[in-house]
Structure formats: C-alpha cells, structure tokens
C-alpha cells in the first residue's frame, strides 16, 4: 500500500505551498493538502503499477493468512506451537484485534489529528455492553450487537460533541476524563451488572454453537481476521472519501477549511464516531474470543497501549499501524513468557527486575523509537529501501509522521 | 453541620495533593506545551522515596517525617530534572513527541517500581499525631488533613512568591506568557525549562509523600489515580494558571468529597460532569487565557 506515503508527500507539499505564496484558502491549493495521493498526478503509471502489486501482495497474504489453520508451521520463538493448535490461533487472533483496534486509532491521529486518550472507552462499552445484554436479555448474538452499536453510536457523539470544543493537548485531557469515568463505572460495579475487578465471563446460551469452546477457536481465529480485513477496507475508504480528505485538511489546516466553507466540527465528530463504532465491534469480538470481559477492556492503559502501537509502527500509515499491533502484542506476549522463565530468575537483582516487567522494556523500547525512529518501523523499512536504491523523488515518511504529530498539537 | 466539616476537611486535604500535582503540570504545559503523562511517577517514586525513609530509620517521630518530606521532594525533583534534562531536551517544539516520551517513561517507570517494590500496597507509619483527630464545630477531623492543607498551602506561597519576585520567576512568567519573546531579548528560556521540571517534580514530589500518609499507603499506582484527577483540575482552572490550579483542586476535592457521601458514591461521575460543563461554557478553564 503505498497511499499514505503518497499522502504524505504531498501533505508536506501542501504545507509548504500554504505557507508560502498560494493565497490563503485557494481551493487549489486545499485540494492539493487533501488529495489523499489518488489526486497527485507526477506519479501516474507507475504508481497504479505498484498499487495493483501491493494489492496482489496483500490479497496473497491474506489468502495464507486463511489457510494459516490448516497448516502445520512453527515459528518458534514466536508462536507457542504449530500454527493449527488453539493457542497459536488465539494468539494470532489477538494480533489481529488488536492491529485493527490500531487501525481504528489511526483514523483518528493518523487521517484527522485527533490524539484522543479516551478510545478504549469504546472498545470497553462494545466488550461489556455486548456481555451484560447477552447476560441479561434473552436474544441471540446478531441482535445483541446490534443493540450495542446503537448504544455505542449515541455515546460517540454525545462524548465527541462535547470534547470537540477544545483540539489539541486538552482534547486529549478531557476525552481521558470521560473514558475514566466509564473505567470507574465498570469497577464500581453497580447492581453487580459489571462484575467489578472480576470481569464478566461470557454467557454461551445465546451463541451459536460454531463460536463455543476451545476446540472451535479457528472460526474465531477466521472472523478476527475477517474483522481485520473488514476494518482495514473501511478505514481505507474513509481515508480517501470526502470526509476523509476534509478531515486530513482539517488536521493540515483548520481555520483555511472554515474558511472554505466546511464545518471542520463535523468532519471530526463523523471521523471521531466512525472510528468509536469500528473499535467497539472490534470489542465485542474481543468478548467472544477471550469469553469474558475485564476491567482492563476499559482501561486508560489500553489507549495508551494503542497509540504504542501506531507510534511504533509509524504514525499516518495504515500498514504501520497494523504492523505496529502485531509487533506489539507478540512481543508483550513472548516478554511474559521470558519473565516468568528460569533463565531470568537466575539473574541478579539490578538484571532480573527490568527484564521480569515487560512493560518496563516495552516502555523503554518505545521512548527509543520515539526518540530514535521517528516514523517508527515502517518508516526505519522505507529509509532502509531508499537508501538501497537511491532514487531521485523518494518520499520521506519520517518527516511526513513528525508533521502529522506536529498538526495535532 | 459535622458531617459537613468533616467532609470539608477532608476535601479540602484531597484538594491539597491534587494541587500538588496539578501545580507542577500546569506551569510545565503553560510554559513548554508539554502534558507530562510521567508527572505521577514522579509522585509514586517520592511517595516510595519517603516510605523508604521512614522504614530504614524505623521510627515515626516527627523528625522523621520532616525529612521524608524532604527526601520525597529532591527525589521527586531529581527525577524531573533528570526526564526534563535527557529526553525531554532533544525534542523542544514537538510537543506530541514530547507527550509520547513522558507516556512511555511512565509505563517503564511503573513498571519498573512494581518489579523494586512489587504491586500490592505497602502500608505506612508517621507521628502517631496523625492517627489523633481535632474537634471542630463538633466534627472529628483526622490531623493528617491539616498537614496536606498547610503543606499545600506552603508551597503555593512559595511558588507565587519564586513567580513574582526573583528573575527566574519573572522568566517563566514572561515565558508562559510569550515565549518567542523572551528568547528575542537574549534570554536562554531552556534554563526556565529545566528550572520548572525541577520545581514540579519537587512538589508532585512531596505530594507523593503527603499523599501516602493521606491514604495510608503506597503503591506503584498511587501516582496515575492522582494524575487523572490532577488533569482534570487543570483543564478546569485554565492550563498554565497557578491560582486556577488551587482553586480548581479545592473545587474539585470538595466537590467529590461531597458528591460521594451525599448521591451515594458518585464523586467521580460530577467531576467528570463539572468538566463537561466548564468545556461546554468556559473552553480554556476558569482563569485560563482566551485564545
């Protein structure tokens, strides 16, 4: 996929156009800051070229990824054992949420600049509103997300209406504000409908049969990966829609939007809703691949751990973002495993407790990518290819990341 | 009439810490535009910094506590100035990287004190004063709340008198307020910086220490519950405003305070409420700058 270079590119073309000669709000010169790559012209053939073999690639990729339960690999190292026991799956799936749930995040800060810390709030109500109606009410599973979404959609725009009056650094503040109080509401546990510190396990009666039990984690590994297909579709046509393009000239530069004659509040409300309606499905099929709600489903620490995730695979890239949510759980995944082996408990003191804290090295690692790989790993992939062939025109993601995080302070 | 002592003091001592921490992190994001995420490992580490002290010298006098106080600042502020000096430094202007920075040296840290002094709460000692109560117009107030409210208090005198009356205090002023400006007139505004993470990371520092003695213990969480609130009291007195930053921990500690005992336990849901309703009609906080 090469389109979010390509609109970065000419995002920081935009940038310096606007800054310098073009008159102020030439719809020229916005056209060009929105054009989401599809409008830059100089590329032409040879970027439908590539385009197509990326597609080809990703088709092909995600034909494997298919057949993934089928197979007998091992990756050790990786995985916890060939790719067709449960728990390999389970973990691939979990790779595959959350690469979504990253997707969904970069709509927000990737397309309209919107560092919001209060996401999981939506991830959590599509977790525990899909558990507690299951729980309570007596419908069967389609119904019952239904139900959800529609409660996730009015909390979108209430809680995206009133954020949206500040931008920036308070945005962020407020929208960590409310997705608190949703945490604190889920560990007060009232009527005992949350569970508290708990959690909520997953009633089964509804379900149908094929979703159930251990043995049938492979069609949960199938829809995971379908949600990842699906959400990633999504975010692709958001991306390059109007509302897509008006929201990244948002992000670019607000007050020449309003000038314009767009409604910069709009846009961002939609992108904001869309991206809490995708993440709370991705929720709900979270509920039914770990069959149970937990208070961590909605915690602050799992926002955070999502913009981990797209900073480290690279802020404004949707393949960054998704890479960035394999990496990470895999390895948070694996650095568990190492913590509690017996190699480390050997170790002294000021050895065995960073490397016995996941979180610590995670932490770590992350600080170093921001400092040191600015446009995270695919931006460090592309430096690497560019410098292999060096040709004249390549585009520079690094830069292009730093100013899209630039433009959402 | 003591309930409502009570609970007064009690939010009152609440609004204490939370103005503690809030104070550092409004001047730090008034000045350099950064929202410190780590600002609560900063708390956690001079909470655990002062638990330390008073655990090694095994007893619980009020000398001791002195210089827990002490010990919980400098680390505190070393710590800041420590973040401010070698990570913060190499990214001045990029205030989301910034941002990301001060997020992941938060997750390290935390996690880092959970491996030193493990997840559960570790319960603490001081004067045996502070066990004691005082009778005002009838209501038993625990004495600990009179030490967060004048600790507090202490340190907003210091800091508007550092603000108003010496040349570092009139830089960072002049800094919040215009910064290109300062540095136009030849003033190395970077020492202002550092300057202000040392002072916020000594009060929030200090806070840390109160803070244990308030709740009786000290866990490696102990920092990010607080920091969440302490947000919030920033939003609501206006970012970068210090008198804003009092009057809002008070407003909020107390409005907690009383929102828990009178409408069963809802403390957390009307502060959240009251920030909704302050964006709503007053966006840049109460004593905040219209921009």
Redesign the interface.
């Known amino acids: 996929m090469t389109t979010d270079t390509d609109a970065s590119g000419v995002n920081s073309a935009g940038t310096g156009a606007s800054q310098g000669t073009s008159t102020p709000g030439s719809p020229a010169g916005l056209r060009q800051t929105a054009g989401d790559g599809r409008s830059a012209p100089p590329a032409g053939p040879r970027l439908t070229r590539r385009r197509i073999l990326g597609a080809a690639a990703g088709l092909a990729g995600v034909v494997l990824l298919v057949l993934l339960p089928l197979l007998n690999l091992s990756l050790p190292g990786v995985l916890p054992g060939p790719t067709y026991t449960p728990g390999s799956l389970q973990l691939l799936a979990m790779c595959m949420l959350m690469a979504a749930a990253a997707l969904t995040y970069h709509l927000l800060l990737g397309v309209a600049g919107l560092l919001s810390f209060g996401h999981a709030l939506y991830f959590g109500a599509g977790v525990y509103g899909l558990a507690i109606i299951l729980q309570n009410l007596d419908i069967p599973l389609l119904p019952a997300m239904g139900l959800t979404l529609l409660v996730v959609i009015v909390l979108a725009h209430v809680v995206g209406s009133i954020s949206l009056r500040v931008s920036g650094i308070p945005f962020a503040m407020v929208t960590l504000a409310f997705a608190q109080a949703g945490s604190v509401i889920v560990g007060r546990n009232p009527d005992g409908t949350t569970g508290g510190d708990e959690g909520l396990s997953l009633r089964t009666e509804n379900l149908p049969d094929f979703l159930v039990g251990v043995v049938n984690t492979r069609n949960l590994y199938w829809l995971a990966l379908a949600v990842l297909v699906a959400v990633f579709v999504v975010v692709t046509w958001v991306q390059s829609s109007r509302a897509g393009h008006a929201a990244a000239a948002v992000r670019e530069n607000e007050l020449r939007v309003r000038v314009l004659g767009l409604q910069p509040y709009l846009v961002k409300l939609l992108i904001f809703v869309v991206s809490a309606v995708l993440v709370s499905i991705i929720g709900m099929v979270f509920l039914l691949l770990q069959s149970g709600a937990v208070p961590r489903a909605i915690s602050a620490d799992l926002t955070i751990t999502l913009l981990v995730m797209v900073v480290l695979g690279g802020v404004g890239s949707r393949w960054g973002a998704v890479i960035g949510g394999v990496f990470y759980t895999i390895l948070d995944q694996r650095l568990t495993t190492l913590a509690n082996s017996d190699a480390i408990d050997t170790l002294p003191d000021i050895l065995r407790i960073p490397l016995s804290e996941p979180l610590f090295i995670l932490g770590t690692l992350f600080i170093l990518v921001v400092l040191f790989l600015p446009g995270g790993l695919t931006g460090a992939a592309q430096r690497l290819a560019e410098r292999r062939n060096r040709r004249s025109g390549t585009r520079h993601s690094t830069a292009a990341s730093r100013e899209i995080l630039e433009e959402s302070a | 009439m003591s309930t409502v002592v009570l609970l007064l003091f009690t939010g009152l001592g609440l609004g204490a810490l939370y103005f503690l921490v809030a104070a550092g992190l409004s001047l730090i994001?008034g000045l350099m535009?950064v929202?410190n995420f780590a600002h609560g490992a900063f708390l956690t580490l001079g909470a655990f910094a002062g638990w330390e002290v008073a655990r090694r010298t095994g007893s619980d006098d009020w000398g001791i506590f002195l210089l827990s106080l002490l010990v919980g600042a400098a680390a505190g502020a070393a710590f800041a100035a420590f973040t401010e000096f070698v990570?913060i430094r190499?990214?001045y202007q990029?205030?989301?990287?910034q941002?990301?920075?001060t997020?992941?040296?938060?997750?390290?840290?935390?996690?880092?004190f959970?491996?030193?002094w493990g997840t559960d709460p570790v319960f603490i000692q001081g004067p045996a004063w502070f066990k004691d109560t005082t009778e005002i117009f009838g209501a038993r107030v625990p004495n600990d709340r009179f030490v967060c409210i004048i600790a507090a208090v202490l340190v907003l005198l210091a800091m508007v008198f550092f603000l108003k009356n010496t040349r570092y205090g009139m830089i960072i002023r002049a800094g919040v307020e215009n910064r290109s400006m300062v540095t136009a007139l030849g003033i190395d505004v970077r020492k202002a910086f550092t300057l202000v993470f040392t002072i916020g990371g000594a009060a929030a520092g200090l806070g840390g220490v109160l803070a244990s003695h308030y709740f009786g213990y000290v866990s490696p969480m102990l920092g990010g519950s607080l920091l969440?609130f302490a947000?919030?009291v920033?939003?609501i007195g206006g970012?970068g405003s210090l008198t804003g930053a009092a009057i809002a921990a008070v407003a909020v500690a107390v409005l907690q305070q009383f929102a828990n005992f009178y409408l069963g336990?809802t403390g957390?849901?009307v502060?959240?409420l009251a920030?909704?309703l302050v964006?709503?009609f007053r966006?840049s906080g109460l004593l905040g700058r219209t921009s």
Do not use: K, Q, W
Request: avoid cysteine; hydrophobic fraction near 65%; charged fraction near 10%.
């Open positions: 994001y535009g929202l990570l190499r990214l990029r205030h989301i990287e941002l990301l920075i997020l992941g040296l938060s997750l390290a840290a935390v996690a880092l959970d491996g030193i969440i947000f919030i920033t939003v970012l336990g957390d849901f502060v959240v920030l909704a964006l709503l966006p």
